[in-house]
Structures are given as structure tokens and as C-alpha cells.
């Protein structure tokens, strides 16, 4: 299996809501970043999150990362209807220097 | 202060036509990054330059295609004879440093070979 595995692969649930996704990774990381992608569109900024850090949090979102289980999650708090998206995680390992690594993405449906 | 900017948004190329795509980096900064996105799947690295350097072409296909950031204008990506599995997004990235530090990405370049 590749860097920077996400799961689940899709998530459907209802506006009110939390979401969390998860992403695994195999090697050292100099951090770790999350992303937004709207169907068919660039991919938004939404959290990094570094290798000396635990937890970080920004409005309703909140990253943490377990570098020993080699994890990381992304939750997002109240869920609407404007979350619906795909999810990244990428990685910037160590020995590669800065290139990122992306999982294969986890695809969020916020119901109304 | 505009984005990372690329051009085209869509290109359509018959195959064995060249394609060339254009990233112009965020104001200030200095590092560029080409991934290339198929249907479905995540984005994978294709390059890494600064001006007037390429530093990581580790994801770069060894034929057909080449990148280059000239000390003035965009970043280009072309790809020469252009193949129907070359089909995919292709998105740039900029930084002010290079690592440990955020990518802003812009919007891709949509290719289709038809």
C-alpha cells in the first residue's frame, strides 16, 4: 500500500453532523497537510500539521497526528452541506525533501 | 496578491500534438511544483523547480516530457507528443521556501487527448 492512505474511501452523513477521516503514512514526515477538493476544482489549503506537533485545531476543523502509529485525523465539527468534498492528506517525508505524497482521498457527502 | 495561476483551464490535443501548460507562482514565490491528477485518484508529484533550476524531476515521465521555470515568465510543463493516457488534471504548486511549508495549488489544467 502507498503514503498517505485515507480512509474511509467515501462518507455520506447528515448536515449537524461530525466527520472524520483518517490517514495512515509509512515513513518519517516532516509534516503533514490536509486538503479540500470540490469536484472538478484546485485543491484548498486546510490544515498543516508538523511532525513535532500533536494537535492543531481551525474553526471547525481539528488535525491530530500520532507520529508512532504513524496517523493522522482530520474532524471536522457541525458538518453543512458546503463540506461536501474530497478530503487529502499529504506528506512531506523526510528523506524526499519537499514534494508531498497524497493518499487517494476520501469523498465527503453532507446531506441537507 | 492573485493565487497560483494557470493556463490554460482546459486543452484539448490530438494525439501526437504538443501540449503546454502554463503555471505563473504566488507573488514572492520562488518554488514550483507540477502533480498530475488521474480520475478518481489523488495527485502525484511530477516535479519540483526553483528559477532557473529543476531540483526533484523524480515523478517527471523520462520521455515526453519536460518542465522549465525561466528567471522570467510561468513555469511550463509541455508534453510532447501527446499520448490518450496523458488525459489527466495537472496542477501547479507554489511556496515562498521549499521545505516544511505550505503548497498553494492553482485550479489544473484539464487535458484531454483525444
Known amino acids: 500500500s502507498q503514503q498517505g492512505e485515507e480512509d474511509p474511501q467515501a462518507l455520506s452523513i447528515q448536515e449537524g453532523e461530525n466527520a472524520t477521516m483518517n490517514c495512515s503514512y509509512k515513513?518519517?514526515?516532516?509534516?503533514l497537510q490536509w486538503y479540500r477538493q470540490n469536484s472538478g476544482r484546485g485543491l484548498v489549503h486546510l490544515i498543516l500539521i508538523r511532525s513535532n506537533e500533536r494537535e492543531k485545531h481551525s474553526g471547525r476543523l481539528r488535525v491530530t497526528l500520532d507520529t508512532s502509529k504513524k496517523s493522522s485525523s482530520l474532524l471536522i465539527t457541525a458538518s453543512r452541506a458546503a463540506d461536501t468534498a474530497s478530503y487529502f492528506c499529504a506528506t512531506e517525508k523526510e528523506t524526499s525533501g519537499s514534494r508531498l505524497t497524497f493518499g487517494e482521498g476520501t469523498q465527503l457527502t453532507v446531506n441537507p | 496578491n492573485a493565487g497560483v495561476m494557470q493556463n490554460p483551464r482546459h486543452l484539448v490535443r490530438r494525439r501526437g500534438q504538443e501540449a503546454r501548460l502554463r503555471c505563473s507562482p504566488m507573488k514572492g514565490h520562488s518554488h514550483v511544483y507540477w502533480y498530475r491528477q488521474l480520475p478518481e485518484e489523488g495527485l502525484k508529484f511530477m516535479v519540483y523547480?526553483?528559477?532557473?533550476?529543476?531540483?526533484?524531476e523524480s515523478g517527471m515521465p523520462k520521455e515526453r516530457f519536460s518542465a522549465e521555470f525561466p528567471k522570467e515568465g510561468p513555469s511550463i510543463l509541455r508534453i510532447q507528443q501527446v499520448v490518450r493516457g496523458d488525459s489527466a488534471a495537472y496542477f501547479c504548486?507554489?511556496?515562498?521556501?521549499?521545505?516544511?511549508?505550505?503548497?498553494?495549488f492553482g485550479a489544473g489544467t484539464r487535458l484531454s487527448v483525444l
Open positions: 515513513t518519517s514526515i516532516n509534516n
Open positions: 523547480l526553483q528559477k532557473e533550476n529543476i531540483i526533484d
Open positions: 504548486a507554489s511556496s515562498p521556501l521549499g521545505t516544511k511549508n505550505i503548497q498553494y
